[in-house]
């Protein structure tokens, strides 16, 4: 019940086009979903976030839609630029406490 | 500069000898925990820490221990180390107020083999 499950493993878009990340979680207790980014050799980063009351959380060209009811959420990245390639990581957590991390997708975006 | 700083960030150790990895972060943060990262797995959270003192089990705590005397310190002990916890080591804090729903820090990782 404390697994967040993520799809697809890995993306490849062409510059311009759109990156969709899809994260699927089973605790309905969780009340809070960020997003990570991670560069090679770095320690992943907050890209965004949203709260359980809200269904869609847009800044600049990345947009996290959320579905309360099919307890799922995801990621589009709008206009896929090659400096988004990373692996992207969708979490969940309960009052900031266990945070539990999906396994990850990473994404190429070629020039 | 704001920042959450892990040592060693490459240790190539044999198994059995015991190990500390250390955190330390300047952000006056009250909230503190350690993930291992392995392929196909993600991050999975091994211990967190709310504040001094107060420390919790996270989804893969077996084989680690951590202490946190200090609000801004949080070292990761490997007592016996084993093969299985060869893995990249990652430390993070965020601020506890927000319910939580604040940004979490992360250092930039301690490459951990045990031989």
């Known amino acids: 019940q404390q697994q967040v499950k993520q799809s697809p493993q890995s993306l490849i878009v062409q510059k311009g086009g759109i990156s969709i990340i899809n994260c699927a979680y089973e605790?309905?207790?969780?009340?809070?979903f960020p997003w990570y980014q991670q560069f090679p050799g770095k320690g992943p980063a907050l890209l965004i976030a949203?709260?359980?009351?809200?269904s869609e959380k847009k800044e600049g060209r990345f947009t996290i839609s959320f579905n309360k009811s099919a307890k799922q959420f995801s990621l589009h990245i709008m206009d896929s630029q090659p400096g988004d390639s990373a692996t992207y990581f969708c979490?969940?957590?309960?009052?900031?406490?266990?945070?539990?991390f999906g396994p990850g997708t990473r994404l190429s975006v070629l020039p | 500069e704001a920042q959450v700083t892990q040592n060693p960030r490459y240790l190539i150790t044999v198994t059995g000898k015991k190990l500390t990895v250390t955190c330390s972060q300047n952000?006056?943060?009250?909230?503190m925990s350690w993930y291992r990262q392995d392929p196909g797995l993600g991050l999975r959270q091994i211990y967190y820490?709310?504040?001094?003192?107060?420390?919790d089990k996270g989804d893969v705590p077996e084989g680690y221990k951590v202490s946190r005397k200090e609000k801004r310190n949080f070292p990761l002990i490997l007592e016996s180390p084993s093969p299985n916890q060869t893995s990249l080591y990652f430390c993070?804090?965020?601020?506890?107020?927000?319910?939580?729903?604040?940004?979490?820090?992360f250092g930039e990782g301690s490459r951990l083999t045990v031989l």
């Open positions: 993070a804090s965020s601020t506890t107020r927000d319910r939580g729903q604040g940004e979490l820090f």
């Open positions: 605790n309905t207790a969780f009340d809070y």
């Open positions: 949203i709260r359980p009351d809200v």
């Open positions: 979490a969940a957590s309960t009052y900031g406490q266990n945070f539990v």
């Open positions: 952000m006056n943060h009250e909230y």
């Open positions: 820490s709310m504040n001094v003192e107060v420390t």
